[in-house]
């Protein structure tokens, strides 16, 4: 009995497969995703940017008049979709990596400061929070479009503004409900000081939850900047991104589908992917749980 | 008898919606060094608040409370941090007092380093601590999940005993475990204190438990102590009525024993008004005219103390 509570090595338990188990195919699909985003100009088999004319409008290998050179077929300008895809995937990780952290920690501390100090403290986040989220987000992106020099920074810097309420709304609840379990309350008793109570007894408690909603926000993030860059936004032309794909392919979906067909379905993969893996990290991050 | 804690028409009071909370409200009674003293009465009577008092989880709103000739109340900086390793504390649930996130090493040994221990003297203490309560070495590398209620709450008392202090604040300790292992958790409790010379502030609502392991013993209603004593004196002879029906509630296991007079009717009152006079005077069977105008002050026979009108000389 002794022996069958012993926790097992973490890697062992990462990588175990079982019924609730690892999604594999979740995980590659962002894995791709985010081998897309650092090999992009190596793997792509094409410039993402050259135009061909000639080629234009070519549907994908599998259909008629297909080719394997272009593997998803190309766009109105004949530039390779499989191509422009890669070369969206660095900007859609980008943007949502540094948009997820950004928000995360912020949202993190703030909602850590009001949950635990309450008062005053915990009344001007609270509105704060109330205040951002009553603004709608498109609207302010629109407005900050108008303002700052367009491109990933700003795509950024509106997701965070808008994303970090979130974080901080689910933190603080937490650590309002944390912040009376005893275990807290001794380590005040034992003169631990506030610093060492946040990052060791709160914390802990709060990163699970942070992770799940970070990975499961993945998405979300993604779809955010690809609406965005879809309402001319975000991202500018040159650079390539999702949503952009999206804008430029809709006018031609009647003749050719695939031009918006193919970003949509990366659009799909990368957010379901995010979701099925923020859902198997839920079940298996709860210590409480993972002794099942 | 030294005195280790005393305290001193010491009150808590919350602000709230309603009012004025007044959850400890003027209470005087001493800790002698190496007692275990008893604090009982029903829930929401100011026991375990009086404990966050105690233990400086809450500010005193009026009043004070001295540890070994120190005012309490006025420390700060450093020797905040050392009254905060000579008073310790157990808590009823071992689910919640111990961060589920944290081996039981990490447990034990963040008093330490909070104070400032060598790192090297940390692990020599955390095993000596695990098989002073009982629990094998290797339970140091565990979490807190992998043990029983009853090993958690071992685990609870080596956290409180890991600083070595004098007093051990008892919030319902045994309550929330299986009655198969109140037992090993009071015998493991008792015996710690003849071993270490510990005094037990002991808050409990189980009058059996009192009766079984305290020395001395004060009764609480509403904020307020009504009667204090030794042990034995208080259980045989109780002086106020309070007392008296709380003792008489005390279910007896001889079907043919006569019910205990002095019954009490109805609930505590709420805390937020306190009723005039005496502060039972609502649920007593012996309320008179000046129960109901003025506060009953203490009266004293020998050891033993309690705040009756019945009590007051005519």
């Known amino acids: 009995m002794a022996e069958a509570v012993l926790p097992r090595p973490w890697l062992g338990r990462l990588l175990r497969a079982r019924e609730g188990g690892f999604p594999y195919i979740a995980a590659s699909v962002l894995a791709l995703v985010l081998v897309c985003a650092l090999l992009g100009p190596w793997i792509s088999p094409h410039d993402a940017g050259r135009i061909a004319l000639s080629e234009a409008m070519t549907p994908p290998a599998w259909l008629e008049g297909g080719s394997m050179s272009h593997v998803l077929g190309t766009d109105n300008l004949g530039r390779d979709i499989l191509s422009r895809i890669i070369a969206g995937a660095r900007v859609s990780a980008n943007v949502a990596l540094y948009a997820i952290v950004l928000s995360g920690f912020i949202g993190a501390v703030l909602g850590m400061a009001a949950g635990y100090f309450g008062g ?67 380590a005040k008793v034992a003169g631990v000081g506030t610093p060492t109570v946040f990052y060791r007894h709160l914390a802990p408690n709060v990163l699970n939850m942070l992770l799940v909603l970070a990975t499961l926000q993945f998405g979300s993030v993604i779809v955010f900047e690809a609406g965005l860059s879809f309402l001319g936004l975000g991202i500018q032309p040159p650079n390539v991104s999702w949503g952009g794909m999206l804008a430029d392919g809709r006018n031609f979906i009647e003749v050719a589908w695939w031009l918006i067909t193919m970003p949509g379905l990366a659009i799909m993969a990368a957010c379901l992917a995010s979701n099925l893996l923020g859902d198997w990290l839920r079940d298996t991050l709860d210590p409480v749980r993972r002794q099942l | ?47 375990s608040t009086l404990a966050t008092l105690i233990l400086k989880l809450n500010p005193l709103s009026g009043g004070r409370i001295t540890f070994a000739g120190e005012d309490v109340g006025g420390l700060r900086g450093r020797a905040a941090k050392r009254y905060r390793s000579r008073v310790q504390a157990v808590f009823q649930d071992p689910y919640s007092s111990l961060n589920p996130r944290l081996k039981v090493r990490t447990i034990l040994a963040e008093p330490l380093l909070a104070h400032g221990a060598p790192r090297g003297e940390v692990t020599a203490k955390v095993r000596r601590v695990l098989s002073l309560v009982g629990l094998a070495p290797n339970a140091a590398g565990l979490y807190p999940h992998e043990f029983s209620g009853g090993q958690r709450q071992r685990i609870a008392i080596a956290r409180a005993l890991i600083l070595e202090p004098d007093l051990v604040v008892l919030d319902e300790p045994i309550s929330a475990l299986d009655v198969s292992i109140r037992a090993q958790i009071l015998n493991l409790l008792q015996d710690l204190q003849t071993e270490l010379g510990l005094t037990y502030l002991l808050i409990a609502h189980d009058l059996a438990l009192v009766e079984h392991v305290a020395d001395r013993v004060a009764v609480m209603y509403l904020g307020q102590i009504v009667e204090v004593g030794d042990k034995v004196e208080v259980f045989d002879n109780p002086r106020h009525p309070y007392t008296q029906a709380l003792l008489g509630a005390v279910p007896r296991p001889d079907p043919r024993a006569p019910r205990a007079s002095g019954q009490v009717h109805g609930e505590i009152a709420s805390p937020l008004e306190p009723p005039s006079g005496c502060r039972f005077h609502p649920r007593c069977p012996h309320a008179m005219d000046a129960c109901r ?15 009756c009108h019945l009590l007051a000389p005519r």
Not at chain 1, 130 to 138: K, L
Not at chain 1, 150 to 175: D, H, N, Q
Not at chain 2, 293 to 307: D, N
């Open chain 1, 120 to 186: 005053v403290v915990d009344a001007l986040i609270s509105r704060l929070i109330d205040v951002q989220m009553s603004v709608p987000s498109i609207p302010l992106a629109m407005l900050f479009a108008a303002v700052l020099p367009p491109g990933e920074a700003m795509v950024i810097f509106i997701i965070v503004l808008s994303y970090w309420t979130w974080y901080a709304r689910l933190v603080r609840g937490e650590v309002l409900s944390l912040r009376e379990r005893d275990f807290v309350k001794l």
């Open chain 2, 1 to 47: 008898m030294t005195v280790l804690l005393s305290l001193e028409d010491a009150a808590c009071h919350f602000r709230t919606r309603g009012g004025t909370l007044k959850a400890v409200d003027g209470v005087t009674l001493t800790v002698a060094r190496g007692e275990t003293f008893a604090l009982v009465g029903e829930s929401g009577c100011g026991k």
């Open chain 2, 293 to 307: 105008r003025t506060p009953p002050s203490f009266v004293k026979t020998g050891e033993h103390t309690a705040s």
